[in-house]
């Protein structure tokens, strides 16, 4: 209603599509979910209509009602405009194409200013635009007031009927309350003498908020999914559909919720049968009657009744409050800190800062198929690989080590505030250790809207040495794994090496661990090569942080391309917390105080001069490219791709990708888990677009014109993992891949020399 009526009021037609054309839908970048799929659809039949305007807009945020501070769309909504613009390159941006990032989450009021700029752009007046908008949103409040309206007046009709009974539906608008999308499944349940009523008819704000549910429509769902627990004759069907990064754990919540009380989910896609669902149904409503039947008694205790212990961040200092009241210092002996594996290596080095703090840490071992198993056993198995891969780390440590009595653990598990799923795994974990009654486990978190900070500077610069470190050393052993000539002696020696640095890291002051450093250095500049950096192929492996540095999750991925002559360079761990920086710096998440910019603007030049440090030493050895982290101008390069306002990998990703492309890589690879939101986003706008702009990310401009004339494809792969080993599909491309890797770089080494001629 809202768009609708503003747009009319300034005197547009406004004009809706009528079907997805499958012509649209075969231009997806990526294997997208069912509702982006449509989107692809819709928009190839509203462009062969010849319209003046299409307007695409970035909906960040969305108003719920509900008490959360953050209220955001998933990243598939929000990334909207930018799959669709590189599958779609005829849209025009700055022309055709009306595409304004517009946040609801504090109220449609709020975005007067972004609505009244669109309408003068296009050749509105200003006050006619401003009165445009004020109507429109009179009348979306109206709408919003009509649904709550009638959500009060059923469960007032079932208060005063006793045999009546309501279904209630859950979902997204797009997918459960559209009849293009949801397969008349409200129908179905309304035919079979069923009140229907959808889950953001009722009022919101009356129930307690589940924690850093940051999704918009998270929230109107779990709060719904409350009301209907609670009440006798409601009843809920969750309809989802498949690869949905937010329902992956939302459904999970959404049946926690539940709780005895029976639920049905539906997850459609295009090839849904109506056989099958019709099936399902019946079913449902057969339970449903049996569970009417029964007594069900007084509710139950449940896990919510358990005291547990809770971690406090306050003064740059970390306590834990044990269930009996006790407060205890991470210092305190009984106190023990696990740090889940970051990478082979890169946890062991943060664990050895801690330890010269006296926090009695334990490095978890790098996940392999137990814990793989064991995630999937606690989990739907529909979230993140790497949620799968933590939870599975805790819980083998609990089954492999007894506690004693008095011991208490805490686990790291940093947190978002959304728009990706990685801010779930707090939450997830916490609600795991409570369904265990473990009374004796707690998480730590920090989070990305301060940039991870919270527990003082020389914590933050001990945990920015650690990481910078760690990056530089895994890209000298993959260096070692395709260039030495002795892989034993090597490995022996890179061993030898990382064992130094980490006890240095312990218990040395920062300037013993730079001579550390320069030592470790010409240790490694001994080890022998078959042959020069430059004189090598080299692939750069971006994508979501955790998958990428983790081997399990990476299948043997780099050891394959060691073997067949390739380095790889993957993202370092670092460009994530540079890149929590620039979200503070820009106040994207949220508004600061100057002194914590300032603060963190200063924190920021010391990282730089660190790293630097760092990187010039470690490169004498030979085995590294000395090369600094810019998170601001990869950014930048990409920003007319993508809006920095979508935060998360996505951006880096595609930056990343189009930034080292010829420049410093042969070759790029996206990895992630399957699902990834942002990995996907990333693979279907890089993929589409590096070749056509590398010319414009680079300053050696000539080199690129004639390394594009040779070679105008350049080479580019998605990869998802699941834990699995990869399948034939992947393992042909990945073939094909590394021909292409090969050829670039001969075609780049000719052009060179050409030129130096």
Not at 71 to 76: D, G
Not at 118 to 140: F, H, M, N, T
Not at 437 to 452: D, E, M, P, Q
Not at 655 to 669: F, K, L, P, Q, R
Request: charged share 20%; net charge neutral; hydrophobic share 40%.
């Amino acid at each position: 209603p809202l768009y609708y009526h503003f747009f009319t009021a300034l005197d547009f037609g406004v004009v809706l599509a009528e079907k997805p054309e499958q012509e649209g839908i075969r231009r997806q970048g990526a294997p997208f979910c069912y509702p982006v799929e449509q989107a692809h659809g819709y928009l190839a039949n509203l462009l062969a209509k010849k319209l003046d305007y299409i307007f695409l807009p970035q909906v960040k945020g969305l108003p719920t009602g509900c008490k959360y501070e953050n209220a955001v769309s998933c990243p598939l909504v929000q990334g909207e405009p930018y799959y669709l613009q590189a599958a779609f390159p005829e849209l025009e941006p700055g022309r055709r194409l009306l595409s304004p990032i517009v946040d609801f989450s504090l109220g449609f009021d709020s975005q007067t200013d972004v609505f009244v700029g669109l309408a003068v752009s296009v050749g509105a007046d200003r006050a006619e635009a401003e009165a445009a908008y004020s109507a429109a949103i009179k009348v979306q409040q109206g709408f919003r007031r009509e649904l709550k309206a009638r959500g009060r007046k059923l469960l007032a009709e079932l208060e005063s009927n006793p045999d009546q009974k309501a279904m209630v539906i859950f979902g997204r608008s797009y997918n459960a309350f559209s009849a293009a999308a949801n397969m008349g499944i409200p129908h179905k349940f309304a035919a079979r003498g069923w009140t229907v009523i959808p889950c953001d008819f009722f009022p919101m704000g009356g129930e307690e908020p589940w924690s850093n549910m940051y999704w918009a429509t998270g929230q109107v769902i779990l709060e719904a999914a409350r009301i209907v627990s609670k009440h006798p004759r409601l009843f809920g069907v969750y309809i989802t559909n498949f690869s949905c990064g937010p329902d992956s754990f939302l459904v999970g919540y959404f049946r926690q919720i539940m709780g005895a009380k029976p639920s049905l989910t539906l997850e459609l896609d295009g090839h849904t049968a109506d056989a099958g669902i019709d099936t399902r149904v019946e079913a449902f409503l057969d339970i449903v009657q049996g569970y009417l039947e029964l007594d069900r008694g007084k509710r139950p205790s449940t896990a919510d009744d358990i005291t547990l212990p809770a971690t406090i961040v306050s003064g740059g200092k970390v306590y834990l409050k044990t269930p009996v009241g006790d407060q205890l210092a991470l210092e305190d002996p009984r106190v023990t800190l696990l740090v889940p594996a970051m990478g082979e290596r890169g946890h062991s080095f943060l664990a050895a800062v801690l330890k010269r703090v006296g926090v009695k840490c334990v490095p978890l071992p790098p996940p392999g198929h137990k814990e793989h198993k064991l995630g999937q056993a606690h989990s739907n198995c529909k979230e993140c690989l790497p949620l799968q891969l933590t939870v599975g780390s805790l819980l083998r440590y609990l089954q492999e080590h007894e506690l004693l009595a008095e011991e208490q653990l805490v686990y790291f598990m940093p947190e978002t505030s959304g728009p990706c799923r990685f801010g779930q795994y707090q939450v997830f974990i916490n609600r795991l250790i409570r369904n265990l009654g473990l009374t004796n486990v707690s998480t730590l978190s920090l989070n990305s809207a301060n940039s991870y900070g919270g527990l003082g500077t020389g914590f933050t610069l001990g945990v920015w040495l650690a990481i910078v470190i760690a990056d530089v050393m895994s890209d000298i052993r993959n260096t070692l794994l395709t260039l030495a000539q002795d892989q034993e002696q090597a490995q022996q020696v890179y061993e030898q090496v990382r064992g130094q640095i980490m006890d240095s890291l312990a218990r040395d002051s920062w300037a013993k661990v730079g001579k550390t450093l320069t030592d470790a250095a010409a240790a490694l500049s001994q080890i022998a090569l078959t042959r020069t950096l430059a004189q090598t192929p080299k692939v750069a492996i971006l994508g979501e942080i955790y998958v990428r540095a983790d081997a399990f999750s990476r299948q043997g991925l780099i050891e394959y391309l060691a073997a067949h002559g390739i380095i790889s360079r993957v993202a370092p761990v670092n460009e994530w917390l540079y890149y929590c920086d620039y979200l503070l710096q820009k106040e994207i998440l949220a508004p600061q105080e100057w002194k914590n910019r300032l603060k963190n603007r200063l924190q920021g030049q010391v990282k730089v001069w660190t790293e630097n440090i760092i990187k010039a030493a470690l490169s004498r050895s030979g085995l590294y490219q000395h090369h600094l982290t810019d998170v601001e101008g990869v950014i930048d390069g990409v920003r007319h791709l993508i809006s920095p306002t979508l935060t998360g990998e996505a951006i880096l990703t595609i930056g990343g990708a189009v930034s080292e492309i010829i420049d410093e890589v042969d070759g790029v690879i996206a990895i992630g888990p399957f699902g990834c939101m942002p990995n996907r986003i990333a693979e279907a706008v890089a993929g589409k677009t590096i070749a056509r702009e590398k010319p414009r990310a680079t300053d050696n401009k000539k080199l690129t014109r004639r390394v594009l004339a040779r070679q105008p494809h350049l080479p580019f792969m998605a990869i998802e993992s699941d834990g699995n080993v990869f399948p034939q599909v992947v393992e042909a491309r990945l073939e094909s891949f590394i021909l292409q890797v090969k050829r670039l770089h001969e075609v780049i080494s000719e052009e060179k020399a050409a030129m130096q001629h």
